[in-house]
């Protein structure tokens, strides 16, 4: 299972992608890396967010974002 935030709230999505990581999932931003919220702030938005539950579906979501 994959979800994926295109911009959002930074308190939000760090909130959220905690919760996730706790539960096993994998958080990453648009580029695959880690999402690291706090490093990746623009004025309290995060350009985007992809929660996981395994690195091959992170891959393919991946792919289908930088087709645009």
């Known amino acids: 299972a994959g979800f994926v935030i295109a911009k959002g709230n930074l308190i939000d999505s760090a909130a959220f992608a905690f919760i996730c990581r706790e539960a096993g999932a994998i ?3 648009f580029n695959g890396d880690n999402f690291e919220p706090f490093n ?4 309290m938005r995060i350009e985007g967010i992809i929660i996981t539950t395994t690195s091959e ?6 792919e289908k974002i930088n087709q645009f």
């Open 27 to 29: 958080a990453s931003n």
């Open 40 to 43: 990746q702030v623009n004025n």
């Open 57 to 62: 579906i992170q891959q393919a979501i991946l």
